[in-house]
T-cell receptor
Framework: GENVEQHPSTLSVQEGDSAVIKCTYS??????FPWYKQELGKRPQLIID?????GEKKDQRIAVTLNKTAKHFSLHITETQPEDSAVYFC????????????FGSGTQLTVLP | DTAVSQTPKYLVTQMGNDKSIKCEQN?????MYWYKQDSKKFLKIMFS???????INETVPNRFSPKSPDKAHLNLHINSLELGDSAVYFC???????????????FGPGTRLTVL
């Protein structure tokens, strides 16, 4: 089955700096890669996603890049703010009648004021 | 107005008991899921259910059984609860395949299960 590895497990940055979280996946059939943000005690919420037919996607301060050949994808957050502090999860899934997400192990991002 | 809801939010029970967690979505989605988040925050798929097709993650013990009375509901029943079942359980839903945004999964608020 699919295996998703995520690094780093913890990341501290100064407010205003950029943060980068990296993930690799094992199954070349995977074609959908979402990123979720989970604040303490809350549900995971989708912040951005990318499909295998594009290499990069941007939404304001958040961008995701995908390298299908190397089977890795990354989340980039620019101009970080304290409210960006949360656990971020990458995930991968394959086409099918019901997409089951395989999640990475999560990155605890702390933005220091 | 909550898109995906779960009850109860907290569940504390004794080992060996049987319990259920309910999930409802009002998004008109055909596909629903159950995920387990352990104490280390690791999120793992347990089941997905699409148009009466149940896809079971092979690592889930058969003490766990999903039940879907209709496409808006996917409940999780757990028999003979064990200490290791303590976790946060999240329900999620997504659009039918072929529709725009089909892949986006919307999560419920979670149910924190504690087995004593």
């Amino acid at each position: 089955g699919e295996n998703v590895e995520q690094h780093p497990s913890t990341l501290s940055v100064q407010e205003g700096d950029s943060a980068v979280i990296k993930c690799t996946y094992s199954d070349s059939a995977s074609n959908y890669f979402p990123w979720y943000k989970q604040e303490l005690g809350k549900r995971p919420q989708l912040i951005i996603d990318i499909r295998s037919n594009v290499g990069e996607k941007k939404d304001q301060r958040i961008a995701v890049t995908l390298n299908k050949t190397a089977k890795h994808f990354s989340l980039h957050i620019t101009e970080t703010q304290p409210e960006d502090s949360a656990v971020y999860f990458c995930a991968a899934s394959k086409p099918g009648s019901a997409r089951q997400l395989t999640f990475g192990s999560g990155t605890q991002l702390t933005v220091l004021p | 107005d909550t898109a995906v809801s779960q009850t109860p939010k907290y569940l504390v029970t004794q080992m060996g008991n049987d319990k259920s967690i309910k999930c409802e979505q009002n998004l008109g989605h055909d596909t629903m899921y159950w995920y387990k988040q352990d104490s280390k925050k690791f999120l793992k798929i347990m089941f997905s259910y699409n148009n009466k097709e149940l896809i079971i993650n092979e690592t889930v013990p058969n003490r766990f059984s999903p039940k879907s009375p209709d496409k808006a509901h996917l409940n999780l029943h757990i028999n003979s609860l064990e200490l290791g079942d303590s976790a946060v359980y999240f329900c999620a839903s997504s659009s039918p395949p072929g529709l725009a945004g089909e892949d986006t999964q919307y999560f419920g608020p979670g149910t924190r299960l504690t087995v004593l």
